[in-house]
């Protein structure tokens, strides 16, 4: 069973960083497709970043710029730097991976954790 815990989540101020990471267990994530996801109370969940196992990436438009994902599959975490933060990107953010290389959807997720931008 794939577990994933992130880490790196906290209260900073408008345009400062955070990295976020995400480390796995049970599984190893090289070749899987991988994404951040946040929810903001009172919306959606929305993804933010993926990467695929062969590497391709996509970004939402409003991090497009200030965020960064990565991976590093001989450590099975997957990272989220986070620049030039602002307080409309306050929301739990979420890790997730497939059990494919590419697709559509996801399998297993973290608990998340909480970034907060004060303004």
């Known amino acids: 069973q794939v577990q994933l815990v992130e880490s790196g989540g906290g209260l900073v101020q408008a345009g400062e960083s955070l990295r976020l990471s995400c480390a796995t267990s049970?599984?190893?994530?090289?070749?899987?497709?991988m994404g951040w996801f946040r929810q903001a109370p009172g919306k959606q969940r929305e993804s933010v970043a993926t990467?695929?196992?062969?590497?391709?990436?996509a970004y939402a438009d409003s991090v497009k710029g200030r965020f960064t994902i990565s991976r590093e599959d001989a450590k099975n975490t997957v990272y989220l730097q986070m620049n030039s933060l602002k307080p409309e990107d306050t929301a739990v953010y979420y890790c997730?991976?497939?059990?494919?290389?590419?697709?559509?959807?996801?399998?297993?997720w973290g608990q998340g954790t909480q970034v907060t931008v004060s303004s």
């Open positions: 990467i695929t196992g062969g590497g391709t990436i």
């Open positions: 049970g599984s190893i994530i090289s070749g899987r497709y």
């Open positions: 997730a991976a497939s059990r494919y290389s590419t697709g559509m959807t996801f399998d297993y």
